[in-house]
């Protein structure tokens, strides 16, 4: 069976997460359940990065152990990804001792394959970014992400030898265009290591809350290379035991790092190199996605302080929505906003107006309005059950039949490459048409005449087929809708195919089935925007 191994970035555990993380969560989650519901065997890891000077600020400052605080945020962060239905296998976090322990044992092959030495490092570091910048980096002085002034630190401590990797990066990325994703990030990234790559600093002599260094348990590994290390040490790195061999085996290499476009130097040069030095195949591709920007437009950041709560926004548009939101999808249209609004790659905005146009339009007026209307009309004239025979197929029917074939097609060419934004409006193509297929063959019209009974069965199974179709083809980005209306359409769901039968079937499924009632699984929201949003 073919395998999937997908991971995002694990977020500091400084602060709660906000629709920026969100959005990242829900790009790799489309991902991986648009592979599993293709029969592809997968593997979707996340989690959340403890260590460094950011958390240690951030715990002291409340008054509290780091290790007692990050306790307390991976609660916060995992209610958010449970309510946000993220289906991730793995959630690490990198105080885990055997991840630690699998820190130290790759520093030591750095060490031991001439990559690491000591010395004195003097720069400007910005504790946001976790990350040293040069004068010419910075904009007027600041950082160029969190637009605070970095601090000048200078302390002894280890180097990695990452200058000797920058013409083997080149070679790999030229040999393997699909290593980085999209063609915009690889362009800058190949930029970087062309102007020269410098050796880096990977130990920190002044922070405590870190994996103490295998040579050295003064110091602490820089919290990067600790963090990254996390995509191999959860998946049997260690290869010490039957179960991470087995692990190692089945998992690694990563096919997709799904990251934000901030962070492409770390995962697209340092990530890399580090893994050339311990001898360890190259994960297959890192996907950089855009920002997600507060209508000001400004990147939502903790701490630019302009956060969004995703679970709130849920939450309120349900009371928006007058409570006939059911509870367990509340959070289903964030997911739909992000993947749809976004285009692939680029920035996105985020606001309540958007996402309550975005709302009513493709949920309420299209998608739940043609479920409501399938579903009412097969009970209005049949009670439930259609014929199981129809009238021949007409050209309408052909029509829509086409429709549905070649969305089919494009969807899964755009979700294989992560055009979410693309496979979603192709799928509403296939609602829409069928919206006005209900306007063109006039059901109500059939029913009146007892003649035409075998035509309105063509006609009600036609839609529910398509119903059949777009239920499935939105499963990747609101699986719980997607469930739900596959169990109104009285289908065995989720089917673990739900992908790959696609194809519109010589008899309808509809014919001679029984239907549940009728719903409104989207009611229009008119709400003003709630105070937080
Ligand atoms: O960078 N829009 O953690 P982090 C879109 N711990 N994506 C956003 C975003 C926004 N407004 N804000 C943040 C870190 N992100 C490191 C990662 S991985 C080995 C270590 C994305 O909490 C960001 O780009 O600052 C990153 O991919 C992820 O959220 C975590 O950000």
Not at 257 to 267: L, W
Request: charged letters at 25%.
């Amino acid at each position: 069976m073919p395998k999937f191994y997908i991971t995002t970035a694990i977020d500091y555990a400084n602060g709660a997460p906000h629709i920026g993380h969100t959005f990242e969560k829900v790009l790799a989650d489309a991902m991986a359940r648009f592979q599993r519901l293709r029969g592809v065997d997968t593997w979707f890891q996340m989690g959340m990065d403890e260590h460094g000077l950011k958390v240690e600020q951030t715990a002291q400052a409340q008054g509290v152990e780091p290790q007692a605080f990050c306790d307390a945020m991976a609660e916060t962060y995992l209610k958010a990804w449970r309510a946000m239905d993220i289906s991730y296998d793995a959630f690490v976090r990198t105080s885990d001792p055997l991840h630690m322990k699998g820190v130290q044992a790759l520093f030591t092959r750095f060490q031991e394959n001439g990559d690491i030495y000591k010395g004195e490092y003097e720069g400007l570091y910005c504790v946001g970014c976790e990350a040293y910048y040069q004068e010419k980096d910075l904009l007027e002085g600041k950082c160029p992400v969190h637009h605070t002034e970095p601090k000048k630190v200078k302390e002894k401590n280890y180097f990695f030898a990452l200058s000797k990797y920058g013409e083997r990066l080149l070679r790999h990325i030229e040999a393997h265009p699909e290593f980085i994703e999209p063609e915009m990030r690889r362009n800058e990234v190949t930029n970087v290591i062309r102007s020269g790559l410098e050796d880096i600093s990977v130990s920190r002599a002044s922070v405590k809350w870190g994996v103490p260094l295998p040579m050295d348990p003064e110091q602490t590994v820089y919290v990067w290379i600790d963090a990254l290390l996390n995509y191999a040490t959860f998946v049997g790195l260690s290869q010490h035991d039957e179960a991470t061999r087995a692990m190692w085996a089945r998992w690694w290499p990563a096919d997709a790092h799904v990251i934000g476009k901030d962070i492409t130097r770390f995962h697209c040069v340092i990530w890399p190199a580090m893994l050339m030095s311990a001898g360890v195949e190259l994960p297959r591709s890192i996907y950089a996605h855009g920002w997600i920007k507060s209508p000001d437009g400004g990147k939502l950041s903790k701490t630019a302080g302009n956060v969004v709560d995703p679970v709130f926004v849920g939450e309120e548009l349900r009371k928006a929505a007058g409570e006939g939101l059911a509870e367990a999808l509340m959070h289903e249209p964030l997911r739909y906003f992000l993947l749809r609004e976004v285009p692939a790659g680029r920035d996105g905005e985020f606001s309540w107006e958007l996402l309550v146009d975005r709302y009513n339009a493709d949920l309420a007026n299209e998608l739940g309005n043609l479920l409501n209307r399938a579903l009412s009309m097969s009970h209005r004239y049949f009670e439930g059950r259609l014929d199981p025979e129809s009238g021949p197929a007409e050209a309408l029917d052909l029509e829509v039949q086409a429709v549905a074939t070649d969305v089919v097609s494009k969807y899964i060419r755009a979700m294989s490459s992560w055009q979410f934004s693309n496979g979603m409006q192709e799928t509403w193509r296939l609602i829409k048409r069928a919206n006005q297929y209900v306007q063109e063959t006039e059901p109500w019209t059939l029913a009146k005449d007892p003649s035409k009974r075998a035509r309105l069965v063509r006609v009600l199974a036609t839609l529910l087929e398509s119903l059949r179709i777009a239920a499935a083809l939105v499963a990747p980005a609101m699986p719980r809708a997607a469930a739900r209306i596959g169990s109104d359409l009285g289908l065995d769901w989720p089917s673990p195919r739900a992908l790959v039968d696609l194809e519109w079937p010589a008899k309808p499924f509809a014919l001679g089935h029984t239907v549940g009632a009728a719903v409104v699984l989207f009611p229009r929201v008119q709400a003003p925007k709630p105070a937080q949003a």
